[in-house]
C-alpha cells in the first residue's frame, strides 16, 4: 500500500526552527513527486512547493520562496519541510502529497501535521 | 503566477440534486486541471484529473469536464456523504495553484 506518514504535531515559539517530515513508503521513492501544502486554520490549500527526490530536483511557489526549504533524505524514503525562523502567521495544518502517477495530480496524501507557533 | 477564480464559494442544495462548481484559469491551461473533495477534518482527496479523467474508485456521480480557460465540476446526484470543500487545481511546469475552494452544504 502506498502511504506518506507525517510526523506529529508541533508546538513553537516565534524565531524558533523547525523541520517536519514525510514517510513514503510502498512505493519507489526515488520517483516520483512530492509536494507541500500548507491550509491556514479555516482557510484553503495553498501549494508551497515540490521536489523530485531521485534528484532533489526542487520548486517553489513564489509565496513560499526562501520562507521555507523542502529537501528530502533518500537512504530513509523522507522528504522534508523546515522553517529557520518560524513566525506566528505559519501556524496551519501542513499536508504532504505524492504526484504517483506522474500526472502531475496529487493522488496521495500524508494525514498533516498541525504546527502552532505562539508565544 | 497562474490565478484560480473558483465560485461558488458557498453551496447548499439538496440529496439528489445536481451540483456544479466551476474554475476559471488566468489563462489558457490547456486540460491541466484537477479535482479534490476535502472532509472536515481530513487531508484532501483526489477525484478528477486532467480536467475529466474519474480517479479510480471515485463514484461515477461526479463528473469534471473544460479545457482552457473554464472548466466544470458536477455531482450528478448530491448524496449526503458529499458534503465538503471542494477544490480545483491547475498545473502547468511544476507549478501549482489551487481554487479557494467551495464549502458544499445539504439544505
Known amino acids: 500500500e502506498v502511504q506518506l506518514v507525517q510526523s506529529g504535531a508541533e508546538v513553537k515559539k516565534p524565531g524558533e526552527s523547525l523541520k517536519i517530515s514525510c514517510k513514503g513508503s510502498?512505493?519507489?521513492?526515488?520517483?516520483?513527486?512530492i509536494g507541500w501544502v500548507r491550509q491556514m486554520p479555516g482557510k484553503g490549500l495553498e501549494w508551497m512547493g515540490i521536489?523530485?527526490?531521485?534528484?532533489?530536483?526542487?520548486r517553489y511557489s513564489p509565496s513560499f520562496q526562501g520562507q521555507v526549504t523542502i529537501s528530502a533524505d533518500k537512504s530513509i524514503s523522507t522528504a522534508y519541510l523546515q522553517w529557520s525562523s518560524l513566525k506566528a502567521s505559519d501556524t496551519a495544518m501542513y499536508y504532504c502529497?505524492?504526484?504517483?502517477?506522474?500526472?502531475?495530480?496529487?493522488?496521495?496524501w500524508g494525514q498533516g501535521t498541525m504546527v502552532t507557533v505562539s508565544s | 503566477d497562474i490565478q484560480m477564480t473558483q465560485s461558488p464559494s458557498s453551496l447548499s442544495a439538496s440529496v439528489g440534486d445536481r451540483v456544479t462548481i466551476t474554475c476559471q484559469a488566468s489563462q489558457d491551461i490547456s486540460n491541466y486541471l484537477n479535482w479534490y473533495q476535502q472532509k472536515p477534518g481530513k487531508a484532501p482527496k483526489l477525484l478528477i484529473y486532467d480536467a475529466s479523467n474519474l480517479e479510480t474508485g471515485v463514484p461515477s456521480r461526479f463528473s469534471g469536464s473544460g479545457s482552457g480557460t473554464d472548466f466544470t465540476f458536477t455531482i450528478s446526484s448530491l448524496q449526503p456523504e458529499d458534503i465538503a470543500t471542494y477544490y480545483c487545481?491547475?498545473?502547468?511546469?511544476?507549478?501549482?495553484?489551487f481554487g479557494q475552494g467551495t464549502k458544499l452544504e445539504i439544505k
Open positions: 510502498g512505493y519507489s521513492f526515488t520517483s516520483y513527486w
Open positions: 502529497a505524492l504526484d504517483g502517477s506522474g500526472m502531475q495530480a496529487f493522488d496521495i
Open positions: 487545481q491547475q498545473y502547468d511546469n511544476l507549478q501549482y495553484t
Open positions: 521536489i523530485y527526490p531521485g534528484d532533489s530536483d526542487t
